[in-house]
C-alpha cells in the first residue's frame, strides 16, 4: 500500500503520528525558506509543509520541483497548523515532509483542476480522467453509486431478484431506432441492443419471478437533443399478480426512501393527478408542482365581448404570476417576445395587472371591463400585486406555450429550488396518441400496455379517448420514472397489435414468442421503469445529466476521449458479412 | 393486489386464517369426492382443497377444469392437514377453497415444470420462461442476485465506488473479435462493444477514483466452445497506489467473506503458487487442489535404463493415484485409450501397480527394477494400493496430458466434491506468450499487464522469460479471477506496444487516448476481475454456467426464444450506410 492514511482524513487526533500520503499535488506556495504544497486524493486535500529549517535538504530542494498534478508520495509527521482552516476536515494538522518520491510527473493539465474550472465542455470531455478528479464530477459520480445502491438494497429486501436481461436481442421496428450488430456466425442477420429489457422483464413474469428489478444500460439510436444519451441507464422493474396501485405504493415507497436516506428530506404521500387534470392546470404531463401558477380557462369570460382574437381561439387560458404586478412595460414586451420566439410559437399574449387597490390595467381595456377582470382574476387565482399572462388559440398548442412561460417564469422567480422536492403521479394516460406523420394511432407507451377495461368499448369508435392503466412518477417538473400495467393474455395482445397498424405475419413475427408465452399461463402483471440518469441529477440538484455519467457522448453520440466510433478495417467487414455503403 | 400471502409462508400459525393465494397449478388429484391442487408461486406450494361436502358446488365444480400451469387466485380458510408433509414449509396445513377466480387458462407446457423434467436442453431453451419456473432455474437466478448483492455490500463497504463505463466505445484488434455497432450519425464508422472495460477503468485510476468496481456485460464475438457465452458478466475491479499485495488481500477477503455469508464455509488464507509452480506440480494454470495427485517428475529415474520411449522424451512425468492399485486390466486399457484420445493426444502410458506388501508390477518390467520403482514412488508420493501413471514427450504437452488424466481421475474417483471449496492464488505469471500462429508473442493477459521490473533485462534477450505482476484465483480448478499490476507512465507503455508487434502509429490511434493521459499524473494501479457466470455456477456447487444465465445463447451464438439474430430491413442496412455481403 503507498498510504498509509488518505488525504481527506487526518485532524488534530493524530498529531505527531507519522504517516504515508499518496495523492496529485494540487498547489504550492513556495515562500523560499518554507514551501507548502496541497496534496489531493479522492477524499480530501491534506496540507505538506517543506520546511528549509526542519526538511532534509534533498527533499527540500526537490519538492521546489514539484509540478501541478504530480503524483507523489510522502513520508512524515503529523503536526499542528499554525494557520487553521475551518473550512476543510485536515484544516487542523499539516505534514512535515521527511520522505518524498514523485510516482509520476504530469504535464500542466490543459484546464484548471478546480471546482469552478477554465475548462470549456469540449476540452473537458476529451480529457475527461481529468475533469473526474475535479469535486463536481467526482461527488456526482460518488452520489450516483450511493443511490444506485440504495435502490438495489431497498428492493432486495423486499424480494426483488435483480436478473440481468440479454443486451444482444432482437430488432423490432417499433418505437425509436435500434443500434443494431451484425452477426458473424448468423450470415447476414443482425442482434439489436435493447431500448428496454421490456419483453424480457415480462417473460420472467410468465416464468414467475415476480418481483424483478435490474439497474440496466439501454440504448436508442435518436437525433441527440441536448442532455439525450445514446446508452442510458434504467432502474427497470417489475412485478406479478399486482393492481396498478401495489406498483404506485411500492415505488412510491422507493423515491420516498432514497429522498429520505439520501436527501434527509421526509415526503407526504404523493399526490395523483389525472393526465387529463394535469394538461388542463399545467399544459403539461410533467407538472413541476413545487409553485403553483395552475391555468385558470378563460373562454367564459373572455369570449363575450368583441375582441375577436379571443373570439377565434378554441381555448383562452391564463396563469397568474404572483408579485409580478409591478412589471415595467418593457419587462412585459420582453416576455411577450419571448413567447412568440419559434421554440414556443405564440403569435402574442395578454396580460392584466392586478393593482394593490384592487383596479386592474390590462393590454385589452378597451375590449373588458374591471367586471371581466375580476372574473379573470378569480378564475387564475391572482391576488393583488400579480400579473395576468393569457394566451389564446388551437388547446393542446397553446396549453404547450403557456406552460413553456410557466416554467421560465417560475425560473426567473427562483421558484424553482433545487433542494425543494416535489413528486407526484400523473395516471390514466391515454393509450394511444396520433401521430399526424404516419397518419395512424401510436401506442403512447408501449404496445404492451393494457388498456382500462372500462374503456375498451372505445377502441373502435374513440381511440384517442381510451385510456390505459399507465403511469408516470414526476419530480420537479421531470419524468423520473413511468409505467404499466400490462396486457397478459394474447388475445387482447393480438388486438393491440392490429390496432397499432402491425399485420397479424407482423406481430407474429416480432414478438411471437410473446404472445406464444401469455398461452402457458402469465400471471397479471405490471412496472414501471426510472431513468437512472435522471434521477440521480435531479436528487443531486443538477439540471442536466452530463456529470452524472463518467464518460458521457457528445450531441453527435461520439466519445471525444477515445474517439469512438471509428473505421474498422476490411477483414472484420468481410467477416461480418457487410460492406460501406457510403455516399461519396 | 392478487394474495394476501404467498404460497412458501403458511404453516401451522395460521391455522384459521382467510387467505387469498394466487399462483400455478402445479397439479390435481381429483378423487371424486375431493380435488387437491397444489398451488405453486416462487416461494413454494401449498396445498388447496375442494370438498365436495364443504366447498361451494360451483367453485367444486371449475376446481376440476383447471389444468397444469393454469394461474388461479383462491380465497378460503387455512386448515390443519390430515396427512402431513414434512418435507415442505407449509406441509402442515391446506387452504379449504372458497373461491377461485382463473386468472389465465394455459396450454399444456411442452416440458414438466419439476426440479427433473423431461424436457431437453434445446426445447428448455426455446420456451425458457417456463423453465425459470423450475426450481433449479429459478434458485440459480435468486442464489445469482444473492451473491451479486453481497459483493456490491462488500465492496461498497471499502470505500469501492461502482461506475458505468460505456458499451459503446471503441474498436480494437487486439485480442479476441469485437461485437461492432454501426453508427448512423457517423458515416462508415463503428462502435464496438466493450470486451472489458479495462481501458476505462484505467482511465478511472488517473482520474483520481482510486477505489472502482462494476458488475457489468462483457462481448466477445469468438467461436462458442462449451459452456462459453457472448455476452457475459465480469465483477470487475482497480485500485490505485496499491501493489499486488493490497489487491490479493482485499480480493481475497471478498471471496472468503462470499464463501461465509452464502455458502457457510469458512476458509483459510489462500495458498499461492506461482505458475510456474502450478504448471510443474499440476500441469495446469488453474489447478484443483481440494485434492493431491501432484506430479512427480522422473526423468532422473527413468532415462538411465534402455527403454527408448522415456529416454527420447523430454519429460517422464507421474502421478500416483491413491487406491486405484487394484485397477483390473481392462480399466488400465481403457484409461490408457483414454488419455490416447485426440482430445487429450498422449501416445501412450505407462502404468506400475503399487502392491500392498511393497512389491510393484508394472508394463515396463522389462526395463525397470524393483529399486527404480521405489524411486518412482517415492517422487509421486505413491502408498501401497496405489497405482502410478506415467506419460512422457515434449515437457508442455505432456504436462498438459497428465494434467486432463488428473482431472478425469479426481472426478471418477468422487475427489471433486462441489461443497468443499478450495482456492488459490497463482502468481507470476508470464509476460507475453508466444503465438505459434502469427509467429511473435501476445500479451499473455492484456498489453497493460506491468513486467517485473526485475526482469525488464530480459525483455530483448528472452522474452518469454520475463514475469508479470499478474495473477489468478482460482476456486476448485476454474479460474474465477485475474488481473495484475498495470503500467502506469507513457514510456513503459509504449515499450510494451513495441515488443507486442504495435508500430507507433498504431498504438497511438488505438490506444494513444491512453498514453496520453498517463502523461497528466497517473498513479500505480492495479486491479482484477471475476467471471460473475462462473463464480456464481461454482458457488452454487454446478458445473455449468447456462442454468445462472436467464436467457442464454447457444452454441451459434442464437437467442432461440425471440430468435435472434434476425434480418433486418433494407431502410434499416441504408440508414446505417451498409449493405449485405453474402456468400450466395
Given at each position: 500500500?503507498?498510504?498509509?492514511?488518505?488525504?481527506?482524513?487526518l485532524?488534530?487526533?493524530?498529531?505527531?503520528?507519522e504517516?504515508t500520503?499518496?495523492?496529485?499535488?494540487?498547489?504550492?506556495?513556495?515562500?523560499?525558506?518554507?514551501?507548502?504544497?496541497d496534496l489531493?486524493?479522492?477524499?480530501?486535500?491534506?496540507?505538506?509543509?517543506?520546511d528549509?529549517?526542519?526538511?532534509?535538504?534533498?527533499?527540500?530542494?526537490?519538492?521546489?520541483?514539484?509540478?501541478?498534478?504530480?503524483?507523489?508520495?510522502?513520508?512524515?509527521?503529523?503536526i499542528?497548523?499554525e494557520?487553521?482552516?475551518?473550512?476543510?476536515?485536515?484544516?487542523e494538522i499539516?505534514?512535515l515532509?521527511?520522505?518524498?518520491?514523485?510516482?509520476n510527473?504530469?504535464?500542466?493539465?490543459p484546464?484548471t483542476?478546480?471546482?469552478?474550472?477554465?475548462?470549456?465542455?469540449?476540452?473537458?470531455?476529451?480529457?475527461?480522467?481529468?475533469?473526474?478528479r475535479?469535486?463536481?464530477?467526482?461527488?456526482?459520480?460518488?452520489?450516483?453509486?450511493?443511490?444506485?445502491?440504495e435502490?438495489?438494497?431497498?428492493?432486495?429486501?423486499?424480494?426483488?431478484?435483480?436478473?440481468?436481461t440479454?443486451?444482444?436481442?432482437k430488432?423490432?421496428?417499433?418505437?425509436?431506432?435500434?443500434?443494431?450488430?451484425?452477426?458473424?456466425?448468423?450470415?447476414?442477420?443482425?442482434?439489436?441492443?435493447?431500448?428496454?429489457?421490456?419483453?424480457f422483464?415480462?417473460?420472467?413474469?410468465?416464468?414467475g419471478?415476480?418481483?424483478?428489478?435490474?439497474?440496466?444500460?439501454?440504448?436508442?439510436?435518436?437525433?441527440?437533443?441536448?442532455?439525450?444519451q445514446?446508452?442510458?441507464?434504467?432502474?427497470d422493474?417489475?412485478?406479478?399478480?399486482?393492481?396498478?396501485e401495489?406498483?404506485?405504493?411500492?415505488f412510491?415507497g422507493?423515491?420516498?426512501?432514497?429522498?429520505?436516506?439520501?436527501?434527509?428530506?421526509?415526503?407526504?404521500?404523493?399526490?395523483?393527478?389525472?393526465?387529463?387534470?394535469?394538461?388542463?392546470?399545467?399544459?403539461?404531463?410533467?407538472?413541476?408542482?413545487?409553485?403553483?401558477?395552475?391555468?385558470?380557462?378563460?373562454?367564459?369570460?373572455?369570449?363575450?365581448?368583441?375582441?375577436?382574437?379571443?373570439?377565434?381561439?378554441?381555448?383562452?387560458?391564463?396563469?397568474?404570476?404572483?408579485?409580478?404586478?409591478?412589471?415595467?412595460?418593457?419587462?412585459?414586451?420582453a416576455?411577450?417576445?419571448?413567447?412568440?420566439?419559434?421554440?414556443?410559437?405564440?403569435?402574442?399574449?395578454?396580460?392584466?395587472?392586478?393593482n394593490e387597490?384592487?383596479?386592474?390595467?390590462?393590454?385589452v381595456?378597451?375590449?373588458?371591463?374591471?367586471?371581466?377582470?375580476?372574473?379573470?382574476?378569480?378564475?387564475?387565482?391572482a391576488?393583488?400585486?400579480?400579473?395576468?399572462?393569457?394566451?389564446?388559440?388551437?388547446?393542446?398548442?397553446t396549453?404547450?406555450?403557456?406552460?413553456?412561460?410557466?416554467?421560465?417564469?417560475?425560473?426567473?422567480?427562483?421558484l424553482?429550488?433545487?433542494?425543494?422536492?416535489?413528486?407526484?403521479?400523473?395516471?390514466?394516460?391515454p393509450l394511444?396518441?396520433?401521430?399526424?406523420?404516419?397518419?395512424?394511432?401510436?401506442?403512447?407507451?408501449?404496445?404492451?400496455?393494457?388498456?382500462?377495461?372500462?374503456?375498451?368499448?372505445?377502441?373502435?369508435?374513440?381511440?384517442?379517448?381510451?385510456?390505459?392503466?399507465?403511469?408516470?412518477?414526476?419530480?420537479?417538473g421531470?419524468?423520473?420514472?413511468?409505467?404499466?400495467?400490462?396486457?397478459?393474455?394474447?388475445?387482447?395482445?393480438?388486438?393491440?397489435?392490429?390496432?397499432?397498424?402491425?399485420?397479424?405475419?407482423?406481430?407474429?413475427?416480432?414478438?411471437?414468442?410473446?404472445?406464444?408465452a401469455?398461452?402457458?399461463?402469465?400471471?397479471?402483471?405490471?412496472?414501471l421503469?426510472?431513468?437512472?440518469?435522471r434521477?440521480?441529477?435531479?436528487?443531486?440538484?443538477?439540471?442536466t445529466?452530463?456529470?452524472?455519467?463518467?464518460f458521457?457522448?457528445?450531441?453527435?453520440g461520439?466519445?471525444?476521449?477515445?474517439?469512438a466510433?471509428?473505421?474498422?478495417?476490411?477483414?472484420q467487414?468481410?467477416?461480418l458479412?457487410?460492406?460501406?455503403?457510403?455516399?461519396?
Amino acid at each position: 500500500m503507498y498510504r498509509s492514511h488518505n488525504c481527506g482524513e487526518l485532524n488534530a487526533s493524530h498529531i505527531n503520528t507519522e504517516v504515508t500520503l499518496a495523492g496529485w499535488v494540487q498547489k504550492s506556495r513556495d515562500k523560499g525558506f518554507m514551501n507548502w504544497v496541497d496534496l489531493r486524493d479522492r477524499y480530501g486535500i491534506t496540507q505538506l509543509i517543506f520546511d528549509e529549517g526542519r526538511t532534509d535538504k534533498t527533499v527540500f530542494e526537490q519538492a521546489k520541483t514539484l509540478g501541478r498534478e504530480f503524483v507523489i508520495q510522502v513520508k512524515g509527521t503529523v503536526i499542528e497548523r499554525e494557520a487553521k482552516n475551518k473550512n476543510i476536515a485536515t484544516g487542523e494538522i499539516e505534514i512535515l515532509v521527511t520522505e518524498l518520491t514523485i510516482l509520476n510527473a504530469a504535464l500542466t493539465p490543459p484546464f484548471t483542476i478546480e471546482d469552478e474550472t477554465d475548462g470549456g465542455e469540449d476540452i473537458r470531455m476529451k480529457y475527461r480522467y481529468l475533469d473526474i478528479r475535479r469535486n463536481p464530477v467526482k461527488n456526482s459520480l460518488l452520489f450516483r453509486h450511493k443511490v444506485a445502491m440504495e435502490v438495489r438494497k431497498y428492493l432486495s429486501d423486499l424480494d426483488f431478484c435483480e436478473v440481468e436481461t440479454p443486451y444482444l436481442i432482437k430488432s423490432t421496428p417499433e418505437g425509436a431506432r435500434d443500434f443494431v450488430v451484425p452477426s458473424r456466425m448468423n450470415e447476414g442477420q443482425f442482434y439489436a441492443l435493447p431500448q428496454s429489457p421490456q419483453t424480457f422483464k415480462q417473460l420472467l413474469m410468465v416464468g414467475g419471478m415476480d418481483k424483478y428489478f435490474q439497474i440496466v444500460k439501454c440504448f436508442r439510436d435518436e437525433d441527440l437533443r441536448a442532455d439525450r444519451q445514446p446508452e442510458f441507464t434504467q432502474i427497470d422493474c417489475e412485478m406479478a399478480f399486482v393492481e396498478q396501485e401495489d406498483i404506485l405504493n411500492i415505488f412510491e415507497g422507493l423515491t420516498r426512501h432514497l429522498l429520505k436516506e439520501i436527501k434527509g428530506v421526509e415526503v407526504d404521500k404523493f399526490p395523483r393527478m389525472t393526465y387529463e387534470h394535469a394538461m388542463k392546470t399545467y399544459g403539461n404531463d410533467k407538472p413541476d408542482i413545487r409553485f403553483g401558477m395552475e391555468f385558470g380557462e378563460l373562454n367564459e369570460f373572455a369570449q363575450h365581448k368583441e375582441f375577436p382574437v379571443f373570439n377565434a381561439a378554441e381555448l383562452v387560458v391564463g396563469i397568474a404570476v404572483p408579485g409580478a404586478g409591478n412589471y415595467t412595460r418593457k419587462e412585459i414586451d420582453a416576455l411577450i417576445e419571448w413567447v412568440k420566439r419559434p421554440q414556443v410559437g405564440a403569435s402574442g399574449m395578454v396580460y392584466a395587472k392586478c393593482n394593490e387597490d384592487g383596479t386592474f390595467k390590462s393590454s385589452v381595456d378597451k375590449f373588458f371591463d374591471h367586471d371581466d377582470l375580476v372574473n379573470w382574476a378569480k378564475v387564475t387565482g391572482a391576488k393583488p400585486g400579480d400579473m395576468i399572462f393569457l394566451l389564446s388559440g388551437p388547446a393542446d398548442k397553446t396549453r404547450a406555450q403557456l406552460s413553456a412561460l410557466r416554467m421560465e417564469l417560475a425560473t426567473r422567480l427562483g421558484l424553482r429550488n433545487p433542494a425543494e422536492f416535489a413528486p407526484l403521479w400523473v395516471v390514466d394516460f391515454p393509450l394511444l396518441e396520433f401521430d399526424e406523420e404516419s397518419g395512424r394511432y401510436h401506442a403512447m407507451h408501449h404496445p404492451f400496455t393494457s388498456p382500462k377495461p372500462e374503456d375498451m368499448h372505445l377502441l373502435d369508435s374513440e381511440p384517442g379517448k381510451v385510456r390505459a392503466n399507465a403511469y408516470d412518477m414526476v419530480l420537479n417538473g421531470n419524468e423520473i420514472g413511468g409505467g404499466s400495467i400490462r396486457i397478459h393474455d394474447k388475445a387482447t395482445q393480438q388486438l393491440m397489435f392490429k390496432y397499432l397498424g402491425f399485420t397479424e405475419d407482423e406481430a407474429k413475427a416480432q414478438f411471437g414468442f410473446l404472445m406464444d408465452a401469455f398461452q402457458f399461463g402469465a400471471p397479471p402483471h405490471g412496472g414501471l421503469a426510472f431513468g437512472l440518469d435522471r434521477l440521480v441529477a435531479i436528487l443531486g440538484g443538477q439540471e442536466t445529466i452530463r456529470d452524472f455519467i463518467a464518460f458521457p457522448k457528445n450531441n453527435s453520440g461520439r466519445d471525444v476521449m477515445i474517439d469512438a466510433p471509428s473505421a474498422i478495417d476490411a477483414v472484420q467487414l468481410k467477416e461480418l458479412h457487410i460492406d460501406l455503403n457510403i455516399n461519396k
